[in-house]
């Protein structure tokens, strides 16, 4: 698949596709003539980078994590980066629920009176 598929069937940018395989989160094959041509799996991978990305995770973890693909494979530093990642995202949620919260409780409030 060449980048422009890859960007339609992603949604993604043909700039941001470049930019993942310049972070290492993307690794093409080239044709004799330089063009990227991107494996059947690109996709997924693809929709996987977005949504770490979304999720606030630099590209260098998510480097070091895009090799993750079985628990036997894991090493110590990807760990690492699980756990940190993990705790930072479950801190966010956590906040975002207690936002969540007291916006009911205003809401509430707004609907009583």
């Known amino acids: 698949m060449r980048i422009g598929e890859l960007a339609e069937a992603t949604g993604?940018?043909?700039r941001a596709l470049r930019y993942y395989e310049e972070q290492g989160l993307l690794h093409p094959e080239r044709t004799a003539s330089g063009q990227r041509v991107y494996p059947a799996d690109a996709v997924d991978q693809v929709q996987w980078i977005k949504l770490m990305f979304a999720n606030?995770?630099?590209?260098?973890?998510?480097?070091k994590l895009r090799r993750c693909r079985s628990a036997d494979e894991v090493t110590p530093e990807q760990r690492a980066v699980i756990y940190e990642e993990h705790a930072r995202v479950e801190a966010?949620?956590?906040?975002a629920?207690?936002?969540k919260a007291r916006f009911e409780r205003m809401l509430d409030f707004i609907e009583k009176t």
């Open 12 to 14: 993604a940018t043909v």
């Open 56 to 63: 606030g995770l630099p590209s260098r973890a998510i480097a």
């Open 92 to 95: 966010e949620y956590r906040a």
């Open 97 to 99: 629920a207690a936002t």
